[in-house]
């Protein structure tokens, strides 16, 4: 069982940056797919960012369009942790945002979520 722990959300005014933190815990997630989603009231859960292990020390990253050269994804599995950087946010931003573990597509394991609101 892996449990998983959102933090760093917040209110932030448009233009500015947040960091989300998700701390894994039951078991070491080196090489488990990392993926951040978001949800905003009366819309479909969206995926953000994601985190895939490539084989040894390689890590690839995939971005939603939506977010490419604004979000970060980072990880540090000393810690069992990966990042969220958050740049340049705009008020579509403003989600519930999760962090999941497991295979792409299955996404094994869910945190409760960090609310995101970014203020015009």
């Known amino acids: 069982q892996v449990r998983l722990v959102e933090s760093g959300g917040g209110l932030v005014q448009a233009g500015g940056s947040l960091r989300l933190s998700c701390a894994a815990s039951?078991?070491?997630?080196?090489?488990?797919?990392m993926t951040w989603f978001r949800q905003a009231p009366g819309k479909e859960r969206e995926l953000v960012a994601a985190t895939r292990w490539g084989g040894g020390s390689i890590y690839y990253a995939d971005y939603a369009d939506s977010v490419k050269g604004r979000f970060t994804i980072s990880r540090d599995n000393a810690k069992n942790t990966v990042l969220l950087q958050m740049n340049s946010l705009k008020p579509e931003d403003t989600a519930v945002y999760y962090c999941?573990?497991?295979?792409?597509?299955?996404?094994?394991?869910w945190g409760q979520g960090t609310q995101v609101t970014v203020s015009s």
């Open positions: 039951g078991r070491t997630f080196s090489n488990y797919a």
């Open positions: 999941a573990a497991g295979p792409p597509g299955i996404y094994t394991y």
